[in-house]
């Protein structure tokens, strides 16, 4: 079934407002989302599909919410979602052409390494950088590219991956890496809508759903990044998110091998 009607629709506004309040503040938005829209009724190809549309709306809002706050400049932005902007494309046509199963192995393998790296990369997300941000090497924009084609195929914590490569690559603070991440977002999810549409794999009912309640939650979520020592809240959050993702996911996959 890929129809929703009634109450189904209240919970997908609901859902998209906390995921468009977690994709700008921190990370993981589509764990609300995708199981939500699979709960609902959309078949896990649809629900995958589906779930940019909102992400888009939340990205929308969120850079403009940064753009305000004066954290974006346009050419080092586009110097850096460039990258995964086109690694997108890569991994939306995959979504298109992998088994549920295998999707369902690679997340949860993906859930663990971005838990592994936002506990050992900590320091680094609290502290101001001492030097300034700087431009994207060959191997930095590799892997950006890379987070993008992960970003393209399933969405699922690319947020996070993107907030450590910002990071950990370019020099950048907390704050200005969620705005690049909002701009990065923004053309991944457009990218990835283009190709899922041109697969028939969209529902546009639940669709605007998620969009209405992104735009509320990027709204919120913009406006906490930007309060003082929103780092370390920030990074809780993230730390929060991602831990309660794995615990759920690894007792997902043990229950179902029982």
């Given at each position: 079934m890929n129809e929703i009607t009634g109450m189904e629709i209240a919970w997908v506004l609901?859902?998209?407002?906390?995921?468009?309040?977690?994709?700008?503040?921190?990370?993981?938005?589509?764990?609300?989302?995708?199981?939500?829209?699979?709960f609902v009724g959309l078949s896990p190809s649809v629900a995958n599909a589906t779930n940019r549309i909102g992400i888009v709306m939340g990205a929308v809002t969120s850079t403009a919410m940064f753009y305000k706050e004066g954290l974006l400049k346009l050419k080092p932005v586009l110097r850096a979602c460039v990258w995964p902007w086109a690694g997108a494309f890569l991994g939306a046509e995959a979504a298109t052409r992998v088994s549920d199963r295998a999707t369902e192995l690679t997340i949860l393998v993906a859930v663990l390494l971005a838990f592994i790296l936002v506990i050992f990369g900590a320091k680094r997300f609290l502290k101001t950088p001492t030097e300034p941000p700087k431009h994207p090497s060959l191997r930095d924009g590799l892997i950006l590219f890379v987070v993008g084609v992960w970003a393209g195929y399933i969405v699922l914590d690319s947020a996070t991956y993107l907030l450590l490569a910002l990071v950990l690559c370019l020099n950048l603070d907390l704050k200005h890496a969620n705005a690049y991440k909002a701009v990065s977002l923004l053309g991944i999810a457009l990218i990835s809508i283009i190709v899922f549409q041109s697969h028939h794999q969209l529902n546009l009912t639940a669709g605007v759903m998620l969009a209405v309640g992104n735009v509320v939650g990027a709204w919120a979520g913009a406006?906490?990044?930007?309060?003082?020592?929103?780092?370390?809240?920030?990074?809780?959050?993230?730390?929060?998110?991602?831990?309660?993702?794995?615990?759920?996911?690894?007792?997902?996959?043990?229950?179902?091998?029982?």
């Open positions: 609901l859902g998209g407002v906390l995921s468009g309040f977690l994709n700008t503040l921190a990370s993981s938005g589509s764990a609300v989302t995708l199981p939500l829209l699979v406006k906490c990044a930007v309060l003082p020592h929103a780092e370390k809240w920030v990074y809780r959050l993230l730390v929060f998110i991602v831990s309660a993702e794995l615990l759920k996911m690894i007792h997902d996959f043990v229950w179902m091998k029982l």
